[in-house]
């Protein structure tokens, strides 16, 4: 626990000035709120229209976790069949670093235009912005086994899934997770895009709507929460690596 407080000071310390600065900033400056509105105009719209925004921020989770979930079950199945056939890895790995140089900003309203305004859309978006760093990860994971132990295995008969489940497979979790906290956060950020461009309801939505009406408090309120849901996911990810893989905390503090 004290060692957990000593992480978080830093950075908390630091957000704690920077909304001092802030709001002493606005007050001093007068700033007015539809340019600049204070933190605690901030705090305090954002409680007043609670409701409403976690009526949108509902969605937003909903769409994040279904989007996620695909980017997982396409990374893994990637993964997988790279590491069992160097032929497929020579064939796709450029391709996944191709993708990654695709404009989301021109391809989201295609996605609209060809799927409409339903689930869909907003899943493709969030899978194109997080399948890299969980397929990559993976695929070096997977790379970066111990080769001892592989050849070990394979001295007592092993076959190569066996190998696979034994040895690379939970060589490869560490780079997974490290990998995973990177894909969420993007979800997140990927979900909200998606709504910008075309949603009925979403944090994303909220946002361009208070921001078409001038209401700055609210859209950093909604701001507030979107970082707030992400830092959430981003802690999920440790709660479960420590479930998953629970040797690598003890490798950590040994080292």
């Known amino acids: 626990m004290i060692r957990t407080l000593r992480r978080l000071a830093p950075p908390l310390v630091l957000v704690a000035l920077g909304l001092v600065a802030w709001q002493w900033y606005v007050t001093a400056a007068d700033v007015r709120p539809q340019v600049l509105p204070s933190p605690l ?4 719209q954002g409680w007043a229209f609670r409701d409403q925004i976690w009526a949108n921020t509902v969605p937003t989770l909903q769409v994040t976790a279904v989007g996620f979930t695909v980017s997982l079950v396409l990374g893994w199945a990637l993964a997988i069949a790279v ?29 609209i235009i060809w799927f409409g305004f339903g689930l869909l859309p907003k899943v493709v978006v969030i899978a194109l912005v997080t399948f890299f760093p969980v397929t990559v990860g993976l695929v070096e994971g997977f790379a970066a086994t111990d080769r ?14 066996e190998q696979f489940r034994y040895v690379r497979l939970p060589g490869a979790l560490p780079r997974f997770f490290t990998s995973l906290r990177i894909g969420i956060t993007y979800a997140v950020t990927g979900a909200i895009f998606a709504e910008y461009v075309g949603a009925t ?25 979107t970082a707030l849901v992400s830092v959430a996911l981003f802690a999920l990810t440790y709660l479960v690596e420590r479930l998953v893989v629970p040797w690598r905390p003890r490798e950590v503090r040994h080292g």
């Open 83 to 111: 590491d069992f056939s160097p032929w497929l890895r020579r064939a796709l790995v450029p391709l996944f670093v191709a993708s990654q140089t695709l404009p989301i900003v021109a391809i989201a309203p295609l996605l």
């Open 148 to 161: 001892q132990a592989t050849n070990l295995l394979r001295s007592m008969g092993a076959s190569r899934w």
């Open 201 to 225: 309801a979403g944090l994303g939505i909220f946002m361009s709507v208070q921001r078409n009406s001038f209401r700055t408090d609210l859209v950093l309120a909604a701001v507030v929460v």
């Open 41 to 44: 105009r901030v705090v305090e």
